[in-house]
């Protein structure tokens, strides 16, 4: 090691990492906050003509599922694609919004690979 270089941890890559430290006590403030938030959430999710409802919780709890009579005179193998079809729609618009929830808790924080 040449004499006056230290281990490269100057006053200035302290500061870095005091910074890094915040903004991580930041992002896991506010994941908690929107993991309350996303428990509380109601998304709908419909099969096909809106015969069967499915709701799940922000992050992808199923709640309830709702098929309405003319649902069941389907029979039982398209009864069983339209609640298939309804958990993928809900699963896909509840992930979307965690997503889009994430991704405004992360921005502004250059997070490196976010």
């Known amino acids: 090691m040449t004499k006056g270089q230290g281990f490269g941890f100057g006053l200035g890559k302290i500061k870095e990492l ?6 991580a006590q930041q992002v896991q403030a506010g994941a908690q ?3 309350q938030e996303l428990e509380q ?27 309405l009579p003319e649902a069941l005179e389907k029979g039982a193998d398209e009864l069983s694609q339209l609640v298939t079809d ?5 699963y ?8 889009t929830k994430m991704e405004e808790l992360t921005s502004g924080l250059n997070l490196p690979g976010l």
């Open 18 to 23: 005091q910074e890094a430290f915040a903004k």
């Open 33 to 35: 906050q929107l993991q």
């Open 41 to 67: 959430m109601e998304i709908e999710g419909f099969s096909e003509g809106k015969l069967v409802k499915v709701i799940m919780s922000g992050n992808q709890e199923p709640r309830s599922v709702t098929i």
């Open 86 to 90: 309804a958990m993928k729609d809900a």
């Open 92 to 99: 896909t618009q509840s992930t979307e919004t965690m997503r």
